[in-house]
Protein backbone atom coordinates (compact mmCIF):
# COMPACT_ATOMS: atom_id res chain seq x y z
CA UNK A 1 0.00 0.00 0.00
CA UNK A 2 1.23 3.29 -0.96
CA UNK A 3 1.60 6.17 1.40
CA UNK A 4 -0.91 8.36 0.04
CA UNK A 5 -3.17 5.69 0.71
CA UNK A 6 -2.11 4.60 4.24
CA UNK A 7 -2.36 8.63 4.39
CA UNK A 8 -6.43 8.43 2.90
CA UNK A 9 -7.13 5.67 5.27
CA UNK A 10 -6.37 7.24 7.83
CA UNK A 11 -7.94 10.33 7.00
CA UNK A 12 -10.66 8.26 7.23
CA UNK A 13 -11.03 6.26 9.84
CA UNK A 14 -10.77 9.70 11.85
CA UNK A 15 -14.06 11.03 9.50
CA UNK A 16 -15.96 7.95 10.38
CA UNK A 17 -15.36 7.28 13.77
CA UNK A 18 -16.03 11.06 14.32
CA UNK A 19 -19.55 10.46 11.88
CA UNK A 20 -20.63 8.24 14.13
CA UNK A 21 -19.70 9.78 17.21
CA UNK A 22 -21.84 12.30 16.23
CA UNK A 23 -24.92 9.91 15.07
CA UNK A 24 -24.71 7.81 18.70
CA UNK A 25 -24.70 11.23 20.22
CA UNK A 26 -28.08 12.54 18.25
CA UNK A 27 -29.78 9.01 18.99
CA UNK A 28 -29.00 9.55 23.10
CA UNK A 29 -30.26 13.05 22.89
CA UNK A 30 -33.52 13.05 20.68
CA UNK A 31 -37.13 11.67 21.39
CA UNK A 32 -38.17 8.42 20.54
CA UNK A 33 -40.64 9.78 18.29
CA UNK A 34 -37.36 10.82 16.06
CA UNK A 35 -36.23 7.11 16.20
CA UNK A 36 -37.94 6.83 12.05
CA UNK A 37 -35.92 10.27 11.44
CA UNK A 38 -32.61 9.35 12.65
CA UNK A 39 -32.26 5.79 11.56
CA UNK A 40 -33.09 7.32 8.25
CA UNK A 41 -30.12 9.72 8.71
CA UNK A 42 -27.20 7.30 9.69
CA UNK A 43 -28.50 4.69 6.78
CA UNK A 44 -27.33 7.34 4.84
CA UNK A 45 -24.32 9.29 6.54
CA UNK A 46 -22.46 5.84 7.75
CA UNK A 47 -22.97 3.65 4.13
CA UNK A 48 -19.46 4.26 3.65
CA UNK A 49 -18.04 5.85 0.20
CA UNK A 50 -15.12 7.80 -0.85
CA UNK A 51 -15.02 10.74 1.55
CA UNK A 52 -13.65 12.29 -0.78
CA UNK A 53 -14.48 16.25 0.75
CA UNK A 54 -14.05 15.52 4.15
CA UNK A 55 -10.65 14.04 3.44
CA UNK A 56 -9.80 17.28 1.33
CA UNK A 57 -10.91 19.21 4.24
CA UNK A 58 -8.61 17.42 6.18
CA UNK A 59 -5.74 17.62 3.79
CA UNK A 60 -5.87 20.69 3.34
CA UNK A 61 -5.69 21.84 7.02
CA UNK A 62 -2.87 19.05 7.36
CA UNK A 63 -0.54 21.39 4.50
CA UNK A 64 -0.21 23.89 7.20
CA UNK A 65 -1.23 22.30 10.80
CA UNK A 66 -1.09 18.61 10.92
CA UNK A 67 -2.86 18.15 13.86
CA UNK A 68 -6.48 17.89 11.97
CA UNK A 69 -8.29 17.15 15.32
CA UNK A 70 -10.04 20.69 15.20
CA UNK A 71 -11.18 20.67 11.75
CA UNK A 72 -13.01 17.39 12.39
CA UNK A 73 -16.52 19.04 12.97
CA UNK A 74 -16.04 21.07 10.00
CA UNK A 75 -14.91 17.81 7.89
CA UNK A 76 -18.35 16.49 9.07
CA UNK A 77 -20.35 19.02 8.33
CA UNK A 78 -19.13 18.84 4.46
CA UNK A 79 -19.96 15.37 4.90
CA UNK A 80 -23.19 15.77 6.19
CA UNK A 81 -23.86 18.42 3.56
CA UNK A 82 -22.69 16.02 0.67
CA UNK A 83 -25.50 13.11 1.95
CA UNK A 84 -27.98 15.21 2.20
CA UNK A 85 -27.84 16.43 -1.69
CA UNK A 86 -27.36 12.68 -2.31
CA UNK A 87 -30.65 11.91 -0.47
CA UNK A 88 -32.61 14.22 -2.23
CA UNK A 89 -30.96 13.97 -5.61
CA UNK A 90 -32.26 10.18 -5.21
CA UNK A 91 -35.63 11.38 -4.85
CA UNK A 92 -38.02 10.45 -7.41
CA UNK A 93 -39.22 13.68 -7.84
CA UNK A 94 -35.38 14.91 -8.71
CA UNK A 95 -33.16 11.73 -10.25
CA UNK A 96 -35.56 9.12 -9.29
CA UNK A 97 -32.33 6.28 -8.46
CA UNK A 98 -33.07 3.58 -6.57
CA UNK A 99 -29.36 2.54 -6.01
CA UNK A 100 -26.53 4.58 -3.93
CA UNK A 101 -23.16 3.23 -2.86
CA UNK A 102 -24.87 -0.64 -3.24
CA UNK A 103 -27.55 -0.12 -1.41
CA UNK A 104 -31.42 0.65 -2.37
CA UNK A 105 -31.38 4.66 -1.76
CA UNK A 106 -32.64 6.52 1.24
CA UNK A 107 -36.27 7.02 0.11
CA UNK A 108 -36.70 3.33 -1.19
CA UNK A 109 -36.32 2.10 2.45
CA UNK A 110 -37.59 5.15 4.58
CA UNK A 111 -40.36 6.46 2.05
CA UNK A 112 -40.27 9.79 0.44
CA UNK A 113 -40.95 12.00 3.65
CA UNK A 114 -38.54 10.23 6.14
CA UNK A 115 -36.02 10.58 3.11
CA UNK A 116 -36.89 14.03 2.86
CA UNK A 117 -36.64 14.96 5.99
CA UNK A 118 -33.57 13.14 6.72
CA UNK A 119 -32.02 15.25 4.32
CA UNK A 120 -33.14 18.32 6.14
CA UNK A 121 -32.07 17.52 9.73
CA UNK A 122 -28.28 16.52 8.05
CA UNK A 123 -27.89 19.86 6.48
CA UNK A 124 -29.24 21.42 9.92
CA UNK A 125 -27.08 19.33 12.10
CA UNK A 126 -23.36 19.64 9.73
CA UNK A 127 -24.14 23.40 10.80
CA UNK A 128 -24.87 22.44 14.64
CA UNK A 129 -21.67 20.55 14.61
CA UNK A 130 -19.41 22.91 13.32
CA UNK A 131 -21.12 26.59 14.62
CA UNK A 132 -20.42 24.11 18.15
CA UNK A 133 -16.66 23.87 17.51
CA UNK A 134 -15.33 26.62 19.27
CA UNK A 135 -12.53 27.21 16.69
CA UNK A 136 -11.49 30.75 16.33
CA UNK A 137 -11.69 30.40 12.18
CA UNK A 138 -15.39 28.90 12.79
CA UNK A 139 -17.47 31.86 11.48
CA UNK A 140 -15.27 32.53 8.29
CA UNK A 141 -15.02 28.77 7.49
CA UNK A 142 -18.56 27.86 7.88
CA UNK A 143 -19.55 31.48 5.87
CA UNK A 144 -17.51 29.37 3.21
CA UNK A 145 -19.32 25.92 3.37
CA UNK A 146 -22.75 27.90 3.36
CA UNK A 147 -21.84 30.23 0.23
CA UNK A 148 -20.89 27.11 -1.81
CA UNK A 149 -23.24 24.72 -0.74
CA UNK A 150 -26.06 26.88 -1.10
CA UNK A 151 -28.39 28.86 -3.81
CA UNK A 152 -25.33 30.10 -5.44
CA UNK A 153 -23.44 27.06 -5.60
CA UNK A 154 -24.29 23.17 -5.25
CA UNK A 155 -27.94 24.05 -5.18
CA UNK A 156 -28.15 26.50 -8.07
CA UNK A 157 -25.85 23.41 -10.07
CA UNK A 158 -28.31 21.22 -8.97
CA UNK A 159 -30.77 23.69 -9.77
CA UNK A 160 -29.27 24.10 -13.73
CA UNK A 161 -28.93 20.16 -13.89
CA UNK A 162 -32.54 19.78 -13.48
CA UNK A 163 -34.29 22.96 -15.11
CA UNK A 164 -31.76 22.24 -18.57
CA UNK A 165 -32.60 18.57 -19.15
CA UNK A 166 -33.68 17.69 -22.31
CA UNK A 167 -32.08 20.82 -24.26
CA UNK A 168 -29.01 21.26 -26.44
CA UNK A 169 -25.95 20.71 -24.89
CA UNK A 170 -23.80 23.50 -25.09
CA UNK A 171 -20.45 24.02 -23.30
CA UNK A 172 -21.12 27.08 -20.87
CA UNK A 173 -24.35 25.02 -19.52
CA UNK A 174 -22.22 22.00 -18.81
CA UNK A 175 -19.36 24.35 -17.34
CA UNK A 176 -21.81 26.03 -15.22
CA UNK A 177 -23.48 22.55 -13.96
CA UNK A 178 -20.18 21.35 -13.13
CA UNK A 179 -18.59 24.31 -11.25
CA UNK A 180 -21.53 24.43 -9.55
CA UNK A 181 -23.45 21.08 -8.38
CA UNK A 182 -19.91 19.63 -7.91
CA UNK A 183 -16.84 21.69 -7.42
CA UNK A 184 -18.66 24.33 -5.33
CA UNK A 185 -18.91 21.73 -2.49
CA UNK A 186 -15.09 20.45 -3.50
CA UNK A 187 -14.14 24.05 -2.94
CA UNK A 188 -16.17 24.59 0.14
CA UNK A 189 -14.49 21.34 1.93
CA UNK A 190 -10.55 22.54 0.43
CA UNK A 191 -11.13 26.60 1.77
CA UNK A 192 -12.18 25.51 4.86
CA UNK A 193 -9.99 23.14 5.86
CA UNK A 194 -7.26 26.57 4.76
CA UNK A 195 -9.15 29.05 6.69
CA UNK A 196 -9.34 26.58 9.81
CA UNK A 197 -5.42 26.04 9.41
CA UNK A 198 -4.66 29.81 8.97
CA UNK A 199 -3.49 29.85 6.05
CA UNK A 200 -2.44 32.92 3.81
CA UNK A 201 -4.40 34.85 1.28
CA UNK A 202 -2.23 33.18 -1.29
CA UNK A 203 -2.63 30.41 -1.16
CA UNK A 204 -6.50 30.38 -0.30
CA UNK A 205 -6.55 31.65 -3.53
CA UNK A 206 -4.80 28.79 -5.14
CA UNK A 207 -6.47 26.54 -3.16
CA UNK A 208 -9.62 27.70 -4.47
CA UNK A 209 -8.17 27.03 -8.11
CA UNK A 210 -6.86 23.39 -7.38
CA UNK A 211 -10.57 22.86 -6.00
CA UNK A 212 -12.24 24.17 -8.91
CA UNK A 213 -10.12 22.35 -11.75
CA UNK A 214 -10.35 19.13 -9.39
CA UNK A 215 -14.19 19.37 -9.01
CA UNK A 216 -14.32 20.15 -13.16
CA UNK A 217 -12.77 17.06 -13.66
CA UNK A 218 -14.19 14.92 -11.04
CA UNK A 219 -17.91 15.30 -12.72
CA UNK A 220 -16.18 14.48 -16.12
CA UNK A 221 -14.88 11.62 -15.03
CA UNK A 222 -18.10 10.83 -13.44
CA UNK A 223 -20.30 11.35 -16.55
CA UNK A 224 -17.44 9.00 -17.89
CA UNK A 225 -18.21 6.36 -15.75
CA UNK A 226 -22.05 6.75 -16.24
CA UNK A 227 -21.31 5.12 -19.89
CA UNK A 228 -19.07 2.81 -19.04
CA UNK A 229 -18.81 1.98 -15.56
CA UNK A 230 -18.88 -0.91 -13.51
CA UNK A 231 -22.64 -0.81 -11.55
CA UNK A 232 -21.16 -3.51 -8.65
CA UNK A 233 -17.93 -0.76 -8.48
CA UNK A 234 -20.00 2.24 -8.71
CA UNK A 235 -22.93 1.24 -6.48
CA UNK A 236 -25.17 3.03 -8.04
CA UNK A 237 -27.07 2.42 -11.67
CA UNK A 238 -25.28 3.46 -14.83
CA UNK A 239 -26.46 5.14 -18.23
CA UNK A 240 -29.02 7.38 -16.23
CA UNK A 241 -27.71 10.66 -17.85
CA UNK A 242 -29.10 10.10 -21.41
CA UNK A 243 -31.96 8.62 -19.93
CA UNK A 244 -33.24 11.65 -17.87
CA UNK A 245 -31.78 14.30 -20.78
CA UNK A 246 -28.76 15.53 -19.01
CA UNK A 247 -26.02 17.51 -20.61
CA UNK A 248 -22.66 16.01 -19.70
CA UNK A 249 -19.26 16.57 -21.04
CA UNK A 250 -19.06 13.28 -23.11
CA UNK A 251 -22.26 14.23 -24.90
CA UNK A 252 -20.65 17.29 -26.31
CA UNK A 253 -17.36 16.38 -27.05
CA UNK A 254 -17.63 12.45 -27.20
CA UNK A 255 -15.79 9.92 -24.53
CA UNK A 256 -12.03 10.67 -26.19
CA UNK A 257 -11.87 14.16 -25.94
CA UNK A 258 -13.75 14.37 -22.51
CA UNK A 259 -10.94 12.00 -21.31
CA UNK A 260 -8.24 14.39 -22.73
CA UNK A 261 -10.36 17.34 -21.26
CA UNK A 262 -10.27 15.72 -17.87
CA UNK A 263 -6.82 14.99 -17.49
CA UNK A 264 -6.01 19.01 -18.85
CA UNK A 265 -8.29 19.88 -16.06
CA UNK A 266 -5.65 17.49 -13.59
CA UNK A 267 -2.34 19.07 -14.78
CA UNK A 268 -4.04 22.41 -13.84
CA UNK A 269 -5.25 21.19 -9.85
CA UNK A 270 -1.59 20.01 -9.95
CA UNK A 271 -0.26 23.39 -10.68
CA UNK A 272 -2.12 24.85 -7.70
CA UNK A 273 -1.55 22.00 -5.59
CA UNK A 274 2.07 22.51 -5.70
CA UNK A 275 1.46 26.51 -4.65
CA UNK A 276 -0.57 25.38 -1.72
CA UNK A 277 1.51 22.47 -0.42
CA UNK A 278 4.88 22.61 -2.44
CA UNK A 279 5.55 19.36 -5.42
CA UNK A 280 4.71 16.00 -5.03
CA UNK A 281 2.05 16.35 -2.20
CA UNK A 282 -1.07 14.78 -0.95
CA UNK A 283 -3.38 16.52 -2.77
CA UNK A 284 -1.62 16.30 -6.17
CA UNK A 285 -1.55 12.69 -5.33
CA UNK A 286 -5.53 12.72 -4.90
CA UNK A 287 -5.93 14.69 -8.42
CA UNK A 288 -4.22 11.41 -9.97
CA UNK A 289 -6.07 9.42 -8.10
CA UNK A 290 -9.04 11.16 -8.94
CA UNK A 291 -8.50 10.96 -13.19
CA UNK A 292 -7.68 7.14 -13.10
CA UNK A 293 -10.68 6.08 -10.22
CA UNK A 294 -13.11 3.03 -11.13
CA UNK A 295 -15.77 4.26 -8.79
Avoid at 58 to 72: Q, Y
Avoid at 271 to 287: D, K, N, R, T, W
Amino acid sequence: MSEYQKRYDAFVRLIEDYLTACMDRLVRESSPYAQPLTEAMRYSLLSGGKRLRPVLLLASHAAFKEEVTPALPFAAGVEMIHCYSLIHDDLPCMDDDALRRGQPTNHMVYGEAMALLAGDALLNLAFEEMSASGHEHALKAIAAVAGRSGSRGMIAGQTADIALSHQRPEKDKARYIHQHKTADLISAAVQAGLILAGAPEARLKAGERYARHLGVAFQIVDDLLDLRGDVKLLGKDTHKDQALGKITWPALVGEAQSQKDAATEIALAKQAAEEVEGPAGFLSELALNTLNRVQ
